[in-house]
Structure formats: structure tokens, C-alpha cells
């Protein structure tokens, strides 16, 4: 029985916990919105931390509409599980931006 609560303690430590905010903005207000999503989130990750004794990771995706990317943005798409090409995501972004304003501008 020892054994298990071990188990479960050191399984809620580690940093498998993330919190991943994805946001498209206006080019310009890239870098600020990385910093209000770090800012608006740190009240919930304390919450958490608090309430089931882990400490998530936050990971704020933010990406301008034509593609730009803050300094730190390669470090926190590595966080995330997976293959991501900054590239790929940047690709996606802009297309996804040119049916917007294709469908508005027609």
C-alpha cells in the first residue's frame, strides 16, 4: 500500500501537466498577447498547484496573422508532444488567414 501512494505522488509531480493556450493575433500584438496569456493564466496555475499538488506548464502558442512568431515561441511549441515545423504552423496560419479575407473581401 506504501508502494502505491509513492507511486501516485511522483506520478502527480512530474511534468506531464501542461496548459497550452493557441492564439492567432494581429501581428503587432504577437509579443503582447505572449505576455497577457502568461499573465491571465499565472493566478490558474497557482490554483492548480494548490488544489492537486501539481505544478502545470504553461505553454502560450501565439502566432501573428501573417506569421509572426515571438523569440520564444520554437522553446514553447517544444514542449508540446508531438512533431510541430514551425514552419508547417506558420504555413497554416497564413492560409487560414487568406480565407478569411477572401470570403470577406468577396
Not at 502568461?38 to 493566478?43: A, E, S, T, V
Amino acid at each position: 500500500m506504501n508502494n502505491n501512494n509513492n507511486n501516485n505522488n511522483n506520478n502527480n509531480n512530474n511534468n506531464n501537466n501542461k496548459l497550452i493556450d493557441v492564439a492567432i493575433s494581429r501581428d503587432e500584438n504577437a509579443i503582447k498577447t505572449e505576455a497577457e496569456k502568461i499573465l491571465k493564466y499565472k493566478d490558474l496555475t497557482i490554483e492548480i498547484q494548490r488544489m492537486w499538488n501539481v505544478k502545470p506548464k504553461l505553454i502560450p502558442v501565439i502566432i501573428g496573422a501573417t506569421g509572426t512568431i515571438s523569440k520564444s515561441f520554437r522553446k514553447y511549441v517544444s514542449n508540446i508532444p508531438g512533431n510541430h515545423k514551425v514552419k508547417e504552423l506558420q504555413k497554416t496560419d497564413i492560409l487560414g488567414t487568406a480565407h478569411i479575407l477572401r470570403k470577406v473581401l468577396m
